[in-house]
């Protein structure tokens, strides 16, 4: 099957959004198929390095809820089915995915109704979690990542900063 292959989010319905793979020959639109699993609303997408793997959150009922609880996914090439990739207690949303870094996820990590998020680096085989944020006051918001740090905004007091965040090893280091 030649052509071009977009990933871009799409409203189902009124009630759930839905990842559709769109599949493009000659630059005329072709049938489209979910690749997110039925029933999910997806929240947030990010291509993979190489541009062929996509990470994707999803909740099991509309964003309306703020409490919802949210889970990672990963479909590892185009066509393949979509795993979830994390595990953590509260909301889950895929923030970016820098090479030098890893897939970065932000999640208070907490049962629901806690508004602290953090920041992660989140495997995308089985293993756990790394916090990027823990010594920050609260509510951080990945920025951007190099293999020597990373920058995020997160709550100060009453205000908001820009933070730099050395790391080594793809973990915190200052």
Known sequence: MGGDIRIAPSLLSADFARLWEIVLKDRAPADGRAISPDGLHVTSVVWGPDSRVIAYS????PALVA???GTVYLQSEPGA???AITTMPGNEEVAGWPSALG???ESPAEPQGTANTR?????IIPGDAVPLTDALDEDASFVAASATELLVEASVRTGRALFRI????GKPSG
């Not at 999803?58 to 009922?61: E, M, N, T, Y």
């Not at 920041?119 to 495997?123: A, E, H, K, L």
């Not at 050395?166 to 090893?169: D, H, I, N, R, T």
């Open 67 to 69: 409490s919802s609880r």
């Open 103 to 105: 897939l970065v996820v």
């Open 166 to 169: 050395p790391l080594a090893q």
């Open 58 to 61: 999803a909740r099991p009922q």
């Open 119 to 123: 920041v992660w680096t989140v495997p």
């Open 81 to 83: 089915e979509s795993r």
